[in-house]
């Protein structure tokens, strides 16, 4: 009885040897795996390869603004004047893009005719211009900036009122000439921005058998975005 207890004890002994027992394994970290090449876009490799060069642009930034003001055409007249202008920069370029155009109209010389008597006629101006802006303290609330370019001018006289239709005019004539303004931004909340401008430029026509000075100040005050 004895020996046959003592045999199954060792028996039992011999499978209990025979099983494996889990030993407290510490988990391994998860390790977050780089995805393969294959699954990332050949832009992004190239766009990470320049980052590692050091070799990224910036965006571009600027502003896009609509104007109103007065605008004085020759020594003695003066209309009224619109502009809308975009000026584009980006970080490491001296100076900015500056695109502008301009509409502008004022009174003009007045016509005697033997039958009709004397009439009063308009000079409206059309001009689009290219130069370039400085601005100043970017990301500041208050951007001072210089510009320089020069414009194409389209000037023409009629008798209409003014912004009244006109199938044709009596006189018109095209010239180019430099212009120069300074002014100031003011940024407000989110992307909005005031501005105020002063701009000089110069440009002669010819209407009517007359030369029209272009020259002149004109004087703005402008609202629009920031990018």
Partial sequence: MSTTWLGTGRALALALALVPVPAAVAADPVVDEEPSDEFVPESERARQREMAQGSVREPMWGHL?????????????????????????RKGWPVGLLFNMNVAIADGPTLTDPWFGTETTNIEMLDFGLGARKVFARGKPVQPFLSVGGSVYFASVDTCEYWAYCSESLDDDVTFGPFADGGVFFVTRGVGVLGFRVRYSVGDVTLLGREVALDGVDVQVSWGMRF
């Fill in 65 to 89: 603004t609509v104007g109103l003001g007065v605008r004085q055409i020759g020594e003695d007249e003066a209309g009224f004047a619109m502009s809308l202008e975009a000026d584009l920069q």
